[in-house]
């Protein structure tokens, strides 16, 4: 044992921070040569370990979420869930001005002319001065979480705009109630992998979430294509083709959230958008060899519509203080959506108390590092939905930076299944006792809670 920490701390010997930042270059957020910082361990090595269980199945949630934790609610003119939504609601004109297409687009071209490109320079040089503070195993750190991040991220520039080669639609269609058929087409997506699914009917309510330009383009984070480029972008029809968006929800790993910033964050995050790429395609094909007519839509970057307001629409959640999907598991839920014309049965609303729980708590808001998230008491009309503000500069920034999904990590909600916090979420449905419940979060986990750390977390620690 001795002899082989020796040769470990030998092989470290070779690799300083000052070597590693010549390497570097000192140019970007990228690095470009490997660091082993550990010798090998012989041959015949298994791992195993908690570490090696992919992110978002370190923590099981049941498939289906007690009722106790929720309340059904109609549709109701002038919202979507819990949230107000008004007439003259601003629209969505093109997916291409997004904060992060911006970012990528600036930086693939290397371009910073313009409010984005300006926030884009100053992201890569506060980055680069925070990577010349790294010790060699957050330099290795990052390294892995890069190309883990990469790796997953690929799948959303092979699977952009045109690219995928969609099965034929079956001539011979299997007809079954509409009830009947939204059941086992939820199940069959639970098989391919998904947390919950749920179902909207895609109306007029809904046209102000839908883009007018869509993306042609998948998003890279740092990564480059050859060339200049250019989205030519395309348009988004509407009376739109389909009168269906079945929307697949699957939580993020939690203790890789909970790390809130930095590599292994970002991998936890960038795993499950590709996953969610997948499992979209899966369930197109399933529906498309039923005999109907189907599209994949994935958070690529190159969907349709914001698929936050799509998951309020299906029933999975509500609208949180951080602009994202909350629902009783917690605000670590990506998202996925496919569009169909199979006749189906739209779920209702969900209401598990959101609205006045964010309210009470803002623990999102302050433990932004960006501070992007409004502190305010109440939510405002704000482009004709009633909602809390949000930077989206900022926040794009702070992610350029360090990688960031501390306001899903710190939120309440975001916690294991088991008897306690089931207790927590059925404690915070009520006014009075979401106050309790923030109480009782602040007193075990913190005001500000201690980003978890990497080791017997991230897959590439031994």
Same mark, same amino acid.
């Given at each position: 044992?001795?002899?082989?920490?020796?040769?470990?701390?030998?092989?470290s010997?070779?690799?300083? /921070?000052?070597?590693?930042?010549?390497?570097?270059? @000192?140019?970007?957020?990228?690095?470009?040569?490997?660091?082993?910082?550990?010798?090998?361990?012989?041959?015949?090595?298994?791992?195993?370990?908690?570490?090696?269980?992919?992110?978002?199945?370190?923590?099981? !949630? /049941?498939?289906?979420?007690?009722?106790? +934790?929720?309340?059904?609610?109609?549709k109701?003119?002038?919202?979507? &869930?819990?949230?107000?939504v008004?007439?003259?609601a601003?629209?969505?004109?093109?997916?291409?001005? =997004?904060? !992060?297409?911006?970012?990528?687009?600036?930086?693939?071209?290397?371009?910073?002319?313009?409010?984005?490109?300006?926030?884009l320079?100053?992201?890569?040089?506060?980055?680069?001065?925070?990577?010349?503070?790294?010790?060699?195993?957050?330099?290795?750190?990052?390294?892995?979480?890069?190309?883990?991040? $990469?790796?997953?991220?690929?799948?959303?520039?092979?699977?952009?705009?045109?690219?995928?080669?969609?099965i034929?639609?079956?001539?011979?269609?299997?007809?079954?109630?509409?009830?009947?058929?939204?059941?086992? *087409?939820?199940?069959?997506?639970?098989?391919?992998?998904?947390?919950?699914?749920?179902?909207?009917?895609?109306?007029e309510?809904?046209?102000?979430?839908?883009?007018k330009i869509?993306?042609?383009?998948?998003?890279?984070r &740092?990564? $480059?294509r050859?060339?200049?480029?250019?989205?030519?972008?395309?348009e988004?029809?509407?009376?739109?083709? %389909?009168? %269906?968006?079945? @929307?697949?929800?699957?939580?993020?790993?939690? %203790?890789?959230?909970?790390?809130?910033t930095g590599?292994?964050?970002?991998?936890?995050?960038?795993?499950?958008?590709?996953?969610?790429?997948?499992?979209?395609?899966?369930?197109?094909? @399933?529906? /498309?060899?039923l005999?109907?007519?189907? /599209?994949?839509?994935?958070?690529?970057?190159?969907?349709d519509?914001?698929?936050?307001?799509m998951?309020?629409?299906?029933?999975?959640?509500? *609208? &949180?203080?951080? &602009?994202?999907?909350?629902?009783p598991?917690g605000? =670590?839920?990506?998202?996925?959506?496919?569009?169909?014309?199979?006749?189906?049965?739209?779920?209702?609303?969900?209401d !598990?108390?959101? $609205?006045?729980?964010?309210?009470?708590?803002?623990?999102?808001?302050?433990?932004?590092?960006?501070?992007?998230?409004?502190?305010?008491?109440?939510?405002?009309?704000?482009?004709?939905?009633?909602? %809390?503000?949000?930077?989206?500069?900022k926040?794009?920034? $702070?992610?350029?930076i360090?990688?960031?999904?501390?306001?899903?990590?710190?939120?309440?909600?975001?916690?294991?299944?088991?008897?306690? =916090?089931?207790?927590?979420?059925?404690?915070?449905?009520?006014?009075?006792?979401?106050?309790?419940?923030?109480e009782?979060?602040?007193? +075990?986990?913190?005001?500000?809670?201690?980003?978890?750390?990497?080791?017997?977390?991230?897959?590439?620690?031994?």
């Amino acid at each position: 044992m001795k002899e082989q920490e020796q040769v470990q701390k030998d092989a470290s010997k070779g690799v300083s /921070r000052r070597n590693f930042l010549k390497t570097l270059g @000192v140019t970007g957020a990228a690095l470009s040569m490997p660091v082993t910082l550990l010798a090998a361990t012989g041959n015949n090595m298994d791992p195993g370990g908690f570490e090696t269980i992919k992110a978002n199945e370190q923590v099981k !949630f /049941r498939k289906e979420i007690p009722k106790i +934790f929720y309340k059904r609610i109609p549709k109701t003119e002038g919202y979507i &869930g819990t949230t107000q939504v008004t007439p003259d609601a601003v629209g969505f004109p093109d997916a291409r001005e =997004h904060g !992060f297409s911006q970012f990528f687009i600036h930086g693939a071209n290397k371009d910073y002319t313009g409010e984005w490109g300006q926030l884009l320079k100053e992201a890569q040089e506060e980055k680069k001065k925070l990577v010349a503070t790294f010790d060699e195993q957050q330099l290795e750190d990052m390294m892995w979480g890069d190309a883990i991040t $990469q790796a997953s991220d690929n799948w959303h520039i092979n699977l952009e705009w045109g690219k995928w080669d969609p099965i034929a639609i079956n001539p011979n269609k299997l007809e079954l109630p509409p009830d009947v058929m939204s059941l086992k *087409l939820k199940k069959v997506a639970k098989w391919f992998g998904v947390d919950q699914v749920g179902i909207c009917e895609i109306d007029e309510s809904l046209r102000p979430f839908f883009f007018k330009i869509g993306r042609t383009q998948g998003s890279l984070r &740092g990564g $480059q294509r050859e060339g200049v480029t250019v989205d030519p972008g395309r348009e988004v029809p509407w009376p739109y083709p %389909y009168k %269906y968006a079945i @929307v697949l929800a699957k939580a993020e790993g939690t %203790y890789g959230v909970k790390t809130l910033t930095g590599p292994l964050n970002n991998a936890t995050v960038a795993t499950e958008c590709g996953e969610d790429d997948i499992f979209p395609r899966q369930l197109e094909s @399933v529906i /498309r060899q039923l005999g109907y007519d189907a /599209r994949a839509q994935s958070m690529n970057g190159t969907e349709d519509f914001n698929m936050v307001a799509m998951a309020v629409a299906a029933g999975l959640g509500e *609208l &949180g203080r951080n &602009g994202q999907i909350v629902g009783p598991w917690g605000a =670590h839920i990506r998202l996925s959506v496919v569009t169909t014309n199979v006749p189906l049965v739209a779920d209702d609303y969900m209401d !598990f108390g959101l $609205q006045e729980f964010c309210k009470t708590c803002k623990k999102c808001a302050e433990n932004c590092p960006a501070e992007a998230l409004s502190l305010e008491d109440e939510p405002s009309l704000i482009g004709g939905v009633m909602r %809390y503000a949000f930077d989206n500069m900022k926040c794009t920034k $702070q992610r350029t930076i360090t990688g960031c999904a501390s306001c899903a990590g710190v939120c309440p909600f975001t916690k294991p299944d088991n008897f306690i =916090h089931s207790v927590g979420r059925v404690v915070g449905r009520n006014p009075l006792g979401a106050k309790v419940l923030k109480e009782m979060d602040d007193l +075990f986990y913190g005001v500000n809670p201690t980003p978890r750390d990497l080791d017997g977390l991230a897959p590439w620690r031994i």
